[in-house]
């Protein structure tokens, strides 16, 4: 999933390079940080695809959660906001009332 392209720039931050995936020519251009090794890239290769599997669990948990201003609201109505909190959130309500709907017509 990852490339060398990925693994120099997460070794070498801001480098310059060509790199032709093609035929795998790297070309270092870079004057002022040393070219990473293969052994450097193929481990940090490894190293960016070890932490992104470790975190599946929270790419597979972000669409299941509620919407942010869900849960906001939730802590909102069950008093867990400081008095302060609750005054602000309180006066926004109250500035910007919901709409009601006459479900009868």
Do not use: C
């Amino acid at each position: 999933m990852f490339t060398k392209a990925d693994a120099i720039f997460s070794l070498r931050p801001n480098s310059s390079f060509i790199w032709k995936e093609v035929n795998d020519e790297l070309t270092w251009l870079d004057t002022e940080q040393t070219e990473p090794t293969e052994q450097e890239i193929t481990d940090e290769i490894a190293r960016l695809q070890a932490d992104y599997d470790a975190q599946e669990y929270a790419r597979s948990r972000k669409g299941e959660y509620p919407d942010i201003g869900d849960q906001l609201d939730d802590l909102f109505h069950a008093g867990a906001f400081s008095t302060e909190m609750t005054a602000k959130i309180q006066a926004v309500k109250d500035a910007h009332p919901k709409p009601t709907f006459n479900s009868e017509t």
